[in-house]
């Protein structure tokens, strides 16, 4: 399986993006939950948004009240509509997928990141 991300790019501050994540099929029997994580240039990797099996989603502190996270139906697609941008939110942002396969069992794909930088 592999994951699309798309909808990077430079904004100015207080503007909007938003991300999406294409899965090239949808192998996973069981969804356990998709997410959103992003890695500053010369940081760590941080949870942005996730979204679980039941629907339940969870938010970093400091993207709380500007970001929504979002799949269809379908859960092959991923959004994530970014509001209220700060140049603090500049990073690479990465989807994942993580769930469950017969043949795998546990697994979690990650796309190949999408760059989101934001200027003041």
């Known amino acids: 399986v592999q994951l699309q991300a798309s909808g990077g790019g430079l904004v100015q501050a207080g503007g909007s993006l938003r991300l999406s994540c294409e899965a090239s099929?949808?192998?996973?029997?069981?969804?356990?939950?998709m997410a959103w994580y992003r890695e500053p240039l010369g940081k760590g990797r941080e949870l942005v948004a996730k979204?679980?099996?039941?629907?339940?989603?969870v938010y970093g502190e400091s993207v709380k009240g500007r970001f929504n996270i979002a799949s269809d139906n379908s859960q092959n697609n991923l959004y994530l509509q970014m509001n209220s941008l700060r140049p603090d939110d500049t990073a690479l942002y990465f989807c994942?997928?993580?769930?469950?396969?017969?043949?795998?069992?546990?697994?979690?794909?990650w796309g190949q990141g999408t760059q989101v930088t934001v200027s003041s």
């Open positions: 979204i679980e099996r039941s629907g339940r989603t």
């Open positions: 994942t997928f993580n769930g469950w396969t017969p043949a795998t069992g546990s697994v979690s794909y």
């Open positions: 099929e949808n192998t996973l029997q069981i969804i356990n939950h």
